[in-house]
């Protein structure tokens, strides 16, 4: 069973508040995702980290979305001003590697409403 | 364009039953490998299933197992005999690469299995 540990598990904010969610992602796991998967069940990738550096993230992510993956803390993810759109549930996800097709394992994710 | 298609939203079958779930994909890539996930109530992913091109057709894992057809361009997954804790939302993903080597996964909408007792 999968060990990424997401917090919180729902979240509701206001629009134009700050929403802030984190991922531990399973232990030996250097590359970390994360996903929205918005209410008709479409996944979009946001970002993703090795260790502490960005590999690749969307353009939605570089202007709203502020990500790290800080050095023995958990990752995060924080919405700087949120927006009725950004209602989802976000998903992290850990892998051993890229560049390959690793599996990825899911935490349980956080569901963002706002109001 | 979807890149991944699962054509059945939701779907019933009584406990049991076998049930074929149903995938496409589109990509250009030569190098690309196949996921089958169920998403829980609870909100976890588990990872079902791993297909790459390169291997045999039919891969299993337990109860799961899966119909690839690689000219196709369609990967099918099989669950025999049904139990009603296999209630969930199931996934199709494709990984392709990117360049500069990043990896992620495209999913499929999913589809919404009720399984009866």
């Known amino acids: 069973n999968s060990k990424v540990i997401q917090t919180p598990r729902y979240l509701v904010k206001g629009q134009g508040q700050k929403a802030k969610m984190r991922c531990i992602p399973e232990k030996g796991h250097p590359v970390v995702f994360w996903y929205q998967q918005n209410k008709n069940n479409e996944f979009k990738f946001l970002i993703n980290?090795?260790?502490?550096?960005?590999?690749?993230q969307i353009d939605m992510t570089e202007k709203r979305f502020s990500a790290e993956c800080p050095s023995n803390s958990p990752c995060s993810l924080e919405i700087q001003s949120s927006e009725a759109g950004d209602s989802a549930l976000y998903l992290c996800a850990s892998s051993l590697g890229w560049g390959g097709p690793y599996e990825q394992y899911f935490g349980p994710g956080t569901r963002l409403t706002v109001l | 364009a979807q890149k991944v298609i699962q054509v059945w939203s939701t779907t019933s079958r009584q406990e049991g039953e076998k049930l074929t779930l149903d995938c496409s994909y589109k990509?250009?890539?030569?190098?690309?490998?196949l996921f089958w996930y169920k998403h829980l109530l609870s909100g976890e992913m588990v990872l079902l299933i791993r297909?790459?091109?390169?291997?045999?057709a039919i891969e299993r894992s337990g109860r799961y197992s899966v119909v690839f057809q690689k000219s196709r361009k369609s990967i099918s997954l099989v669950i025999s005999t049904l139990q009603p804790d296999d209630s969930g939302k199931y996934f199709c993903a494709l990984w392709e690469p990117n360049q500069g080597g990043s990896a992620k996964l495209i999913f499929g909408e999913g589809t919404k299995l009720t399984v009866s007792s």
């Open positions: 980290f090795q260790n502490q550096e960005v590999l690749q």
């Open positions: 990509t250009s890539q030569v190098l690309y490998h």
């Open positions: 297909q790459m091109p390169s291997t045999i």
